[in-house]
Every structure is written in structure tokens, then in C-alpha cells.
């Protein structure tokens, strides 16, 4: 060990503190998880009499297409470049992911009952569907929303909570382009300026209370609450709103690369909250309750996350660059499923009264696409649902939690 050690100082002294020295010093002397690794079979082609009825819905047509117009740009320039996506243990020309939306388009337009949708689905397409994480189908659903906070742009009363720009001494690594098999592993650091060693970036404690990043001018906006604060780096997006009357979107720039750590799970296991009533309205509530409490538990999620005004400032932009559309866009793990591919889901959306109240969980069937990533949604067995801004969508978004499936349409050939 000693000796691994004076071979990374002697990488500093001779000025390699690039990528090998990273590595070299991550791999041997950091003992971080790396994200999930998918099965080996996490996508299946459905035999044709397993195949979903599809639901058809009436908004189907217009709010698909609004969505698909939205990402059309997206596909056509990975389709310049040739690139492709992946698509379970094998690869994808974009082209045929941009040709299956259209044709699921062309078919909406033509069919008149859910009778007929099924029937021409079943004619020109391939239905291929996530293994989920056991290998049985099943593939938990959440939620998430966009938050709208009232915010400032100076530290003033009560806006006191900053959110920051990404810092200058974040540094992000790709290990894949040292090892194949590390493709999408990255790891987040930063020089530490008294050893000259590489080191894990802060941690949301050091950030938070020991205020490391002080004195740097990145904070640009401050929020009035803590956990209006928490929520939005969880969403990864929101919607500013200050006292006169302006508005503008933030869109998430990086994270510090500390590991995630869930508020309810923390709150479950202290005794605080009962599992099952766990929401992100019952935490609110518990915080609300207990004030005192709050700092503790929010920062033993070590994850931070730094964002940026959003330049086109039409609302949550995903992971494919696009703007989402609510209950048509989805979150994936883009290892495995394509970003920009049609896809079907089955799952338990609650429905919810004037209150923002659950009245009940009811089975719900729609197309969608794979715009979107995110930074729990690892392997077959996960995926999130874009449910919007506001209250109705902060209820929707907090209260879904269940099993379900997801499915591919591809067009035949």
C-alpha cells in the first residue's frame, strides 16, 4: 500500500495528475460503490400472445405528438453523427427509434377504438419489454415534479437558503475510457491544495453547515425554506419565482458525487415515519412538526446538487436536452433503454381530490417517452414519471410508489 501511494505522489511530481493518477488513486485507496450493474438479460421480446392491451386514451394523439416534436431534434442529430443507443445487450440506429414514434403517430390518427389501436400495433410492431430487477417483469414506479419557490436574488429576510453554480474545483472523471467495462462509471473529485491529492468532492454537510464554498460568489439565488431546498435537488429541476412577479426555470448542472442517501428510508428506520405512510407530503408534515430535526437528517444524504439558470426557460428540461411533457415523459437508466425510444407503461397512479389528498390507486396504461435519467433510476427494475409543476403535480409525484411494467414498441422491419 505504501508503495501504491508513492507511486501516485510520484504521478503529482511529474505532472500526471491526469486521468491514470485519478484512477489509479480511486480504484486502489477509495473505497466508493459504483452504480448498478444490470443482469445479463434485462430486455425481452414478448411472445405474441403476452403481448399488453394497450390502452387508448383521447389526448393520446396530441400530447404524444407534442412530446415526439420536442425530442425530434435530439434524434436527428444522433442520427447526423450515427450514433446509436442502447437497447437491452445490443444497439439501436436512432433512426429506428425516430421511426417508431412517428409510425405509433401515424397510427393514433388512424384508429377510431382501442380495438383497432391493438390490432395494428400488434401488425407493425416488435413489443419488447424491461426484465425489471429480478428478471419477472416488474418495475418499480415513482414520480417526481417540478417545484415552484418563491426565491431572491439576494440574501435578504428570509431567503437565506442558497442554491450554487458549479464550482471551479469540481472535476468529473469517465472511467470508461480507462476500462471498457467502467462505460458510464464516473467518479466526482477534487484537489485537495495542502497534500496535492485527489479526493472526494464535499459532501452536503460540509457545503451546508461548514459553508467550504463560501466566499466564491457562486450562490445566485436564495429560497426560504430547507426542504424546499432538499426537494428541488431530488427533482433536478424547478421554477423560481420572485417577489416581482419574474419567474425563471433552474435545470441541474452536477452533483458533488457523494452517494444518495433516501430522507424517507432515514426517517423510516429512526422510527419516525412507518414505512407505509411514507410520501413527500408526510415528511413536510414530520419536519414541520419537528423543526429541530431537520438539519440532522437532511444531511446524512451527503448528495448536493448545483444548478444553473435554465437559457430556454420553458420549463423542466430532461436528460435528452428536451423540454418534458407531463405524464408523456419517463426517467430510465439510459445504460440499458434509449433516450428518445417510445415506450408503454402499466402502473398504480393515485388519484387525488381537491384536498391533494389520495382518494385511491388506480391501474393506468399510456405511451410515453424516455427523455429523461436519474440519479436512483439504476437498471431494468426502475423507472420515474414526469408528473409537472405545482401543487397537483407535487401530490401525484409524492404519493406513487408501486410495480408495474414497461414495454418497447419497434417498428418491424
Known sequence: ????????????????????????????????????????????????????????????????????????????????????????????AASLVKESAELLLQTL??????EELNRLIRKRFTIYQAAGEEGEGKVLFTGYYSPICEGSLQKQGPFKYPLYLIPKDLKVAN??????????ERIVYRIDPTREEVVPYWSR???????VLKGQNLEFVYLKDRLDRFYLMIEGSGKITLANGKTFWLRYSATNGRPYTSLGRTLAKAGKLPEDMLSLQSIR???????????????????????????????????AGVVLTPERSIAIDRRMFPLGALAYIEYPEPEINGQGKVVRYAEKGRFVFCQDTGGVIKGPGRADIYFGEGERAFAKAGNIKGKGRLYFLLKKS
Open 1 to 92: 500500500m505504501k508503495a501504491g501511494r508513492l507511486f501516485f505522489v510520484m504521478l503529482l511530481s511529474c505532472g500526471l495528475l491526469v486521468e491514470c493518477a485519478i484512477l489509479y488513486y480511486f480504484l486502489v485507496f477509495v473505497p466508493t460503490k459504483l452504480p448498478f450493474r444490470p443482469p445479463e438479460r434485462y430486455l425481452l421480446e414478448v411472445a405474441k400472445e403476452e403481448i399488453p392491451r394497450f390502452t387508448y386514451w383521447e389526448d393520446d394523439y396530441q400530447e404524444l405528438k407534442e412530446a415526439f416534436q420536442r425530442e425530434e431534434g435530439f434524434l436527428l442529430q444522433k442520427i447526423a453523427n450515427g450514433e446509436k443507443l442502447s437497447f437491452g445487450e445490443t444497439k439501436l
Open 205 to 211: 454537510e460540509d457545503i451546508v453547515k461548514d459553508k
Open 285 to 319: 408534515q414530520y419536519f414541520q412538526r419537528h423543526p429541530q430535526e431537520m438539519d440532522g437528517y437532511l444531511n446524512q444524504n451527503e448528495r448536493f446538487v448545483f444548478f444553473v439558470e435554465d437559457e430556454q426557460n420553458q420549463g423542466a428540461t430532461g436528460a
Open 175 to 184: 472511467l470508461g475510457e480507462f476500462d471498457p467495462t467502467l462505460e458510464g
Open 109 to 114: 390518427q388512424e384508429v377510431r377504438s382501442e
